[in-house]
Each structure stands twice: as structure tokens, then as C-alpha cells.
């Protein structure tokens, strides 16, 4: 007998169609013999659809009840997927957050999974199927909160940690892990077999298919997870530790996200201190900076700080810049349509020439290169936003991805 979590999504509990049909997927589970913990999100749009009318009431709405709020939509797609299952002549049942409970810790909207009593399920497994609410918990003084959105993927990696389970099943409305996004690269094929890694760099760059802290926390604890499709029978995306993973290619995926901005402060004084004084107003803001480079300017005596960040926080970040009497500077310029293609793999790890190769390309393109940066596994480049699909394109090629 195996322990399974699956966890299916906002689309796949999306209509009573679709629960219908996910109610048979767990059939099929429970009736090979396995015992199944299923976690679920809101059907599709209903999580926004909540965030909405909380704004109709306020744009300060209290942050308690915001959790109160948005939480709901779980408890609806539970215990209709529970009652589909009981349809089945399958004994299962639904539990919420604090009937478990789920314990988390930290702030409102952004908590954290920190323990779940396992015993009542645990008993209730040997006969029936548990089905949870992902995205939430209850902090040990009773309050709700969520964990972010998209929380439910964390909701089932940290169930199969603490339930020992053998599988985590992510279930959704792609076949799995693509090498670029199949939307808008008809070439792009599915992965079989990816590491945490790979995946954590290609979900921070823009394949949205798990959410990244999820990711990292099966990459902690080592818990194997799948993402495959709730409507198809086609085999998923295995995710696990590098070892088990043949690195014959040295780019596994190309990535990219279409939301970043560029500023540049020029004529920085060159001291020590200096980039400090800049960014710490930024972190205090809660700004995200991405990509940071320093050259020399024009007068040689000085220096050019450009940086990336999200476009939605360019405004607020001008601002700060401009507020912050502890920087001299000659000025500040940004360019809001800038995109970051990035090329991910184990593989570059043991290729060499991999940076050259990718740099070629762009030039052979004409595309120019306005920020990079590196990790062992990854190469970024900050480009115009109007070159993003030709250089993912050529990128997906060049690399054998096609
Ligand atoms: N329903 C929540 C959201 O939309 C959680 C999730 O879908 O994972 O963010
Ligand atoms: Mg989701």
C-alpha cells in the first residue's frame, strides 16, 4: 500500500464537470490500493473573484477578514469533490484547516506551514479519502491565514513531508514541465525528468507551473514530485534529486519573464557605502531588485549603477530614488520594456562554451544585451521587450530543444 498526495488545481476542480472527472482519477488511485490525501484549491477564478469583493468593501481591507475571505474558496471545491467521491460509493470526507488543524506561523496573507496533526487522518486513511484545503492553516492563536498565492502546491509538499508519503502528485491543465512555453513555442517539448534545481531556476524566470517555494521545500526533504495532466493520460514531469538525471543536453529549458524594468543611476560617486545607501531604502520598501551592474561612467571618475525590477514597482522605486538624500547622482533613466530571457541546466554545469554559444546567438540576431547574470545552472540576459520571442526562439534551437 502507498501513501499518496495529489493535488489538483484551480482548473481542475474548475466546473462540476471537471470534479466529476477528478473524482474518477481518485477512484482509480484508491482502488489500485493506495491510501490518498487529495489537496485542493478554489475552482478557477474564485480566489480573484473573492480578492475582489474584498476590495468593494475596502482598499484597506482588514487583513484578518482578508484571510477569512479568500480562504473559502477551498472549502467549497472540498467538500463538493467529497461529495462527489461519496457519490462513487467511496467513503471520504473533507476536513478544513482548523479541524486538522493546520498550524502555521508569520504574517497574514504570506504564513507558513509549520505542523499538521496527523493522527486523525492518519486513522481516517485506512478506510476513506482525506480531502484538504490547500493555500492555509490556522495560527496557534485560531486566527486564519493564508500562505500566498498559488499556496496550494505548498499545502501539498509539506502534507506528504509530514504524512511520509510516498508520491506528490501535482495535477493541472498542462502535460508538465515544458522546455519554453508551449504557448508560444509550438516546438517546446515536455520534460521527463528535471531536478529541483533546474526547476526552481526555470519557475523563478517564468515557467509558472509550481509555485517555486513549493519546489524548494521538496528539494529540502527530498519528496519526488510529478506535475501532470488532469485531462490527459500522458505521463508528467518527474521532479527529483540531480542524481537520478541524465545530463546529456546542456540546457534543459529557456525561460522568460516580460514584467521587468531597468533603471540606471548615472554619475555615482564611487566610494564605499554607496551602493548600500541606494538599495536599503528599496529593501525597506520591499522592492525586489533582480539584476545589479556597476560600470564606470562617461568622466571616468564615477560610476553607473543599473539595476532590474519588477515594471509594476518602477514608479514607487523613481521615487524612493528621488527621496534619498543620501545618494549624489547625475541622473536617473529607466526603460520599462525590457524582458529576461534565461537559459537553465544542470548540464552547463560540465559544458563548456555554454555562455559563448547563447552570446553568439543573440549576436547573430542582432539583439542586443543590456544586463546579465549567472548561477551555476543558469544564464540570464536583460534584452528589449520586442526580442523576447525571437531570442527564446533562437535560444530553444541552438540548444537542441526543438
Ligand atoms: N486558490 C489559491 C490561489 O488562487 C491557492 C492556489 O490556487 O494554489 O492562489
Ligand atoms: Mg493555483
Not at 146 to 171: M, P
Not at 348 to 370: H, Q
Request: glycine share 6%; charged share 25%.
Amino acid at each position: 500500500m502507498v501513501k499518496k498526495v495529489l493535488k489538483f488545481g484551480g482548473t481542475s476542480v474548475g466546473s462540476i464537470e471537471r470534479i466529476q472527472h477528478v473524482a474518477k482519477i481518485i477512484k482509480k488511485e484508491h482502488d489500485a490500493g493506495n491510501q490518498i490525501i487529495v489537496v485542493v484549491s478554489a475552482m478557477a477564478g474564485k480566489t480573484n473573484e473573492l480578492i475582489d469583493l474584498s476590495k468593494n468593501i475596502s482598499k484597506n481591507f482588514s487583513k484578518r477578514e482578508y484571510d477569512v475571505l479568500i480562504s473559502s474558496g477551498e472549502q467549497v471545491s472540498c467538500a463538493l469533490l467529497a461529495g462527489a467521491l461519496i457519490n462513487l460509493n467511496l467513503k471520504a470526507k473533507s476536513w478544513m484547516n482548523w479541524q486538522i488543524p493546520i498550524l502555521t506561523e508569520g504574517e497574514h496573507s504570506n504564513a507558513r506551514i509549520i505542523n499538521v496533526n496527523v493522527e486523525k487522518i492518519n486513522k481516517f486513511l485506512q478506510e476513506g479519502i482525506a480531502i484538504i484545503p490547500g493555500f492555509q492553516g490556522i495560527t496557534k492563536n485560531c486566527d486564519i491565514t493564508t500562505i500566498g498565492r498559488g499556496g496550494s502546491d505548498a499545502t501539498a509538499v509539506a502534507f506528504a513531508k509530514l504524512f511520509d508519503a510516498e508520491k506528490c502528485e501535482i495535477y493541472t491543465d498542462v502535460d508538465g514541465v515544458f522546455s519554453s512555453d508551449p504557448k508560444k513555442i509550438p516546438v517546446a517539448k515536455k520534460i521527463e525528468k528535471i531536478s529541483y534545481e533546474e526547476m526552481l531556476e526555470l519557475s523563478s524566470v517564468g515557467a509558472k507551473v509550481m509555485q517555486p517555494s513549493a519546489v524548494q521545500t521538496a528539494m529540502m526533504y527530498d519528496i519526488p514530485l510529478e506535475v501532470k495532466s488532469t485531462f490527459t493520460d500522458r505521463k508528467g514531469t518527474k521532479i527529483f534529486d540531480q542524481e537520478n538525471i541524465d545530463y546529456s543536453k546542456s540546457v534543459t529549458g529557456v525561460a522568460y519573464s516580460k514584467d521587468d524594468a531597468k533603471i540606471t543611476l548615472t554619475q555615482v560617486e564611487d566610494k564605499p557605502g554607496v551602493a548600500a545607501n541606494i538599495f536599503a531604502p528599496l529593501n525597506d520598501a520591499q522592492i525586489n531588485v533582480d539584476m545589479v551592474i556597476q560600470n564606470i561612467s562617461s568622466d571616468q571618475k564615477t560610476t553607473d549603477i543599473t539595476f532590474t525590477i519588477k515594471r509594476e514597482d518602477l514608479s514607487k522605486t523613481k521615487e524612493i530614488l528621488r527621496k534619498n538624500r543620501s545618494i549624489n547622482y547625475k541622473e536617473i533613466t529607466h526603460n520599462a520594456k525590457v524582458s529576461k530571457v534565461s537559459i537553465v541546466g544542470a548540464g552547463m554545469v560540465s559544458t563548456p562554451g555554454v555562455t559563448y554559444k547563447m552570446f553568439k546567438a543573440l549576436a547573430d540576431e542582432k539583439i542586443n544585451i543590456l544586463a546579465i547574470s549567472t548561477s551555476e545552472i543558469k544564464i540570464s540576459v536583460i534584452i528589449d521587450e520586442e526580442n523576447t520571442l525571437n531570442a527564446v526562439r533562437k535560444l530553444h534551437t541552438i540548444f537542441d530543444l526543438d
